[in-house]
């Protein structure tokens, strides 16, 4: 039997040993016989022992090698043993798998063969750096699979030697972070698209701004188109009734007076004379109030404001109103406070005309005007004891062309009382009112002194 190198240098030596130191026939006595004999049976039971205990190790080492080679083939993560060429000394099943193809294809095949064009520079400069530092960083490829699909990969590694002929070489993990990848992919694209979101969330917001204004704007656009036409309207009626009215009294009165001038009936005129008076007035006033709303519908009504004495500025009102008074009817005025007021003489005028002429208008007694003019704010009370506003009706006061239901009989436009808050706000103030039916009304006024805030 063949004895391997180390059992076989032993043999020789020992050989040696016994040529150096032979033994005399007359030294073996049968008691050293027997000795030997017992010697050379205990050596050969521990030889027996050791080559049992050789066996079994060699048993562990070979299980111990195939649990290595399960552990290093079938590991999750492909494993390679590069050299400092790039070549392929060994690789385990997983990385074939990966790679698809054989191992046996692969052994002794340069890495790169597999590696994207334009990537094989990259990963030997990083080899030849591994093998300077010790250490492969981790880095990326794609790699290129034998059926032409390719994968991410991450590889890392260290560089060791092999102790029996001392070259080099670079264990390498290889990982597919294909779908690792993929995620940051789909997780880049779910961010973008969750920007894009917002952005068409802002802008439908943007958008809903914008209608909603627009929508506003042309409700206003219609909501003022329908009040024009509802002015229209309302002209229209009043212009064929209030408007005829004094027309008629008119080219009436003219004709009965030039009836009495042929007749030589001169004592008949002043009668037609006042009637003409009175429906020129009235044609005035119905002209007035629609130039008026005109003027405050437009804005450019402005409020210059002066100091003046309200003594005479109502004695100048009162004789303007002495013509529209009936029979027995009187103004009363009172006054409290300081007597020099500063306010805008104009459309304070055009307030108490409008409410004065109501109150003579709808009441057969004297009408009630009081002014307190304290604390830098002048309160005006008009009060009359005539018919009185429906409860019904009183909601709508203000609002154009109004006119309630027991003033049908009376010739009006309906837009007094809606000028009259208008005016008062321009001004600054505010008004209200306390009316029962058959009762009478009073209106009371209250107007700083002070400028209005501009907004």
Same mark, same amino acid.
């Given at each position: 039997?063949?004895?391997?190198?180390?059992?076989?240098?032993?043999?020789?030596?020992?050989?040696?040993?016994?040529?150096?130191?032979?033994?005399?026939?007359?030294?073996?006595?049968?008691?050293?016989?027997? +000795?030997?004999?017992?010697?050379?049976?205990?050596?050969?039971?521990?030889?027996?022992?050791?080559?049992?205990?050789?066996?079994?190790?060699?048993?562990?080492?070979?299980?111990?090698?195939?649990?290595? +080679?399960?552990?290093?083939?079938?590991?999750?993560?492909?494993?390679?043993?590069?050299?400092?060429?790039?070549?392929?000394?060994?690789?385990?099943?997983?990385?074939?798998?990966?790679?698809?193809?054989?191992?046996?294809?692969?052994?002794?095949?340069?890495?790169?063969?597999?590696?994207?064009?334009?990537?094989?520079?990259?990963?030997?400069?990083?080899?030849?750096?591994?093998?300077?530092?010790?250490?492969?960083?981790?880095?990326?490829?794609?790699?290129?699979?034998?059926?032409?699909?390719?994968?991410?990969?991450?590889?890392?590694?260290?560089?060791?030697?092999?102790?029996?002929?001392?070259?080099?070489?670079?264990?390498?993990?290889?990982?597919?972070?294909?779908?690792?990848?993929?995620?940051?992919?789909?997780?880049?694209?779910?961010?973008?698209?969750?920007?894009?979101?917002?952005?068409?969330?802002?802008?439908?917001?943007?958008?809903?701004?914008?209608?909603?204004?627009?929508?506003?704007?042309?409700?206003?656009?219609?909501?003022?188109?329908?009040?024009?036409?509802?002015?229209?309207?309302?002209?229209?009626?009043?212009?064929?009734?209030?408007?005829?009215?004094?027309?008629?009294?008119? !080219?009436?009165?003219?004709?009965?007076?030039?009836?009495?001038?042929?007749?030589?009936?001169?004592?008949?005129?002043?009668?037609?004379?006042?009637?003409?008076?009175?429906?020129?007035?009235?044609?005035?006033?119905?002209?007035?109030?629609?130039?008026?709303?005109?003027?405050?519908?437009?804005?450019?009504?402005?409020?210059?404001?002066?100091?003046?004495?309200?003594?005479?500025?109502?004695?100048?009102?009162?004789?303007? !109103?002495?013509?529209?008074?009936?029979?027995?009817?009187?103004?009363?005025?009172?006054?409290?406070?300081?007597?020099?007021?500063?306010?805008?003489?104009?459309?304070?005028?055009?307030?108490?005309?409008?409410?004065?002429?109501?109150?003579?208008?709808?009441?057969?007694?004297?009408?009630?005007?009081?002014?307190?003019?304290?604390?830098?704010?002048?309160?005006?009370?008009?009060?009359?004891?005539?018919?009185?506003?429906?409860?019904?009706?009183?909601?709508?006061?203000?609002?154009?062309?109004?006119?309630?239901?027991?003033?049908?009989?009376?010739?009006?436009?309906?837009?007094?009382?809606?000028?009259?808050?208008?005016?008062?706000?321009?001004?600054?103030?505010?008004?209200?009112?306390?009316?029962?039916?058959?009762?009478?009304?009073?209106?009371?006024?209250?107007?700083?002194?002070?400028?209005?805030?501009?907004?």
């Amino acid at each position: 039997m063949a004895l391997n190198p180390v059992n076989k240098a032993l043999r020789q030596k020992a050989e040696a040993e016994v040529k150096s130191t032979p033994l005399s026939p007359l030294d073996l006595t049968m008691d050293k016989v027997k +000795s030997l004999v017992h010697e050379l049976e205990v050596h050969q039971v521990e030889l027996e022992m050791q080559n049992q205990e050789l066996r079994e190790t060699q048993q562990l080492l070979e299980k111990s090698r195939d649990e290595y +080679s399960d552990l290093f083939d079938f590991a999750p993560v492909g494993y390679l043993i590069i050299d400092e060429k790039g070549t392929i000394a060994n690789i385990n099943l997983t990385a074939c798998h990966m790679l698809g193809v054989d191992r046996l294809q692969l052994k002794g095949k340069p890495f790169s063969a597999y590696l994207m064009i334009g990537d094989a520079n990259s990963f030997f400069l990083n080899l030849r750096r591994a093998f300077n530092t010790g250490i492969l960083e981790n880095i990326e490829f794609i790699i290129h699979r034998k059926d032409n699909t390719n994968f991410n990969a991450q590889l890392s590694g260290t560089v060791d030697t092999n102790p029996n002929d001392n070259n080099r070489f670079c264990r390498i993990a290889m990982q597919d972070i294909t779908e690792i990848r993929n995620m940051e992919i789909l997780q880049v694209r779910q961010e973008d698209l969750e920007k894009e979101n917002i952005k068409i969330e802002k802008y439908n917001l943007e958008l809903e701004k914008v209608v909603l204004e627009r929508t506003k704007e042309l409700s206003e656009a219609l909501e003022s188109e329908k009040d024009i036409n509802d002015m229209k309207s309302a002209f229209i009626s009043i212009a064929s009734h209030e408007l005829r009215t004094p027309v008629t009294i008119i !080219m009436s009165s003219v004709i009965l007076m030039e009836k009495f001038i042929n007749i030589g009936d001169y004592n008949k005129l002043d009668k037609y004379i006042q009637r003409i008076k009175l429906a020129t007035t009235n044609f005035t006033s119905i002209l007035d109030d629609f130039l008026s709303l005109e003027k405050l519908e437009k804005g450019i009504v402005r409020v210059k404001k002066e100091t003046f004495d309200m003594f005479e500025f109502i004695r100048l009102l009162t004789e303007e !109103m002495d013509s529209i008074l009936k029979p027995e009817q009187q103004i009363l005025y009172s006054h409290e406070g300081n007597p020099s007021t500063f306010q805008n003489q104009k459309i304070l005028h055009n307030i108490l005309v409008n409410l004065l002429t109501n109150a003579i208008k709808y009441s057969e007694t004297d009408v009630i005007l009081n002014t307190i003019n304290n604390n830098g704010e002048l309160n005006i009370f008009v009060k009359d004891k005539g018919i009185g506003i429906p409860q019904e009706d009183q909601k709508n006061l203000f609002k154009r062309f109004f006119r309630a239901e027991n003033v049908r009989d009376f010739q009006g436009t309906g837009l007094g009382l809606s000028i009259v808050k208008r005016y008062v706000e321009l001004l600054g103030g505010s008004i209200e009112y306390v009316s029962a039916l058959n009762k009478g009304s009073t209106f009371k006024i209250q107007l700083p002194e002070r400028n209005p805030p501009l907004f």
